[in-house]
T-cell receptor, first 112, second 114 residues
Framework: AQKITQTQPGMFVQEKEAVTLDCTYDTSDPSYGLFWYKQPSSGEMIFLIY??????QNATEGRYSLNFQKARKSANLVISASQLGDSAMYFC?????????FGAGTRLFVKA | NAGVTQTPKFQVLKTGQSMTLQCAQDMNHEYMSWYRQDPGMGLRLIHY???????DQGEVPNGYNVSRSTTEDFPLRLLSAAPSQTSVYFC?????????????FGSGTRLTVV
């Protein structure tokens, strides 16, 4: 069975600082993918970044990077140089056997 | 504009009524899924499809039916609405051709069952 765990219900970060959002996962599939999505207060869901289980390097997309530690089954999101517009809910997700499940989310507050 | 279109955006149902939430995508994506999001919670997978004619159950399938007769459309049917089905419903699609399976989401349907 697949499982995604996000243990931080809420996080605060000062504008222009970096922040790490935690995500751990569990699956018996040898091939899987990990995602992060952003949900602003408007409610839309925005795809941020993807990491495949066989990818050797950590994924990066602009200010977002995914710190993938396969042995620890963790896929933390790092946001560098936080901006006020980064305040939102962030969801970690995993795809295995064509099924994508989501974690409970972390609400990020960026302080000016 | 290319994307995922969900209708309606808002709906109020009485307990026991049935209805269909519509979802259509114009990106020729193979994969489509339905999720529900309850307040303060993540998204829970209801049903998903890997292609026309192929559907499977997700984490919370009870009370919902789906079909995928075309690549573009993936309607979600509530058979007999219950207050526990009050939620925001998201439809999403993705494709392996993008190099990942990242979803494009619809804007959601806010459903209230009274």
């Amino acid at each position: 069975a697949q499982k995604i765990t996000q243990t931080q219900p809420g996080m605060f970060v000062q504008e222009k600082e970096a922040v790490t959002l935690d995500c751990t996962y569990d699956t018996s599939d040898p091939s899987y993918g990990l995602f992060w999505y952003k949900q602003p207060s408007s409610g839309e869901m925005i795809f941020l970044i993807y990491q495949g289980s066989y990818d050797q390097q950590n994924a990066t997309e602009g200010r977002y990077s995914l710190n993938f530690q396969k042995a620890r089954k963790s896929a933390n999101l790092v946001i560098s140089a936080s901006q006020l517009g980064d305040s939102a809910m962030y969801f970690c997700a995993m795809i295995a056997s064509f099924k994508t499940i989501f974690g409970a989310g972390t609400r990020l507050f960026v302080k000016a | 504009n290319a994307g995922v279109t969900q209708t309606p955006k808002f709906q109020v149902l009485k307990t026991g009524q049935s209805m269909t939430l519509q979802c259509a995508q114009d990106m020729n994506h193979e994969y489509m899924s339905w999720y529900r999001q309850d307040p303060g919670m993540g998204l829970r997978l209801i049903h998903y499809s890997v292609g026309a004619g192929i559907t499977d159950q997700g984490e919370v399938p009870n009370g919902y039916n789906v079909s995928r007769s075309t690549t573009e459309d993936f309607p979600l049917r509530l058979l007999s609405a219950a207050p526990s089905q009050t939620s925001v419903y998201f439809c999403a699609s993705s494709s392996s051709r993008t190099g990942n399976y990242g979803y494009t989401f619809g804007s959601g349907t806010r459903l209230t069952v009274v």
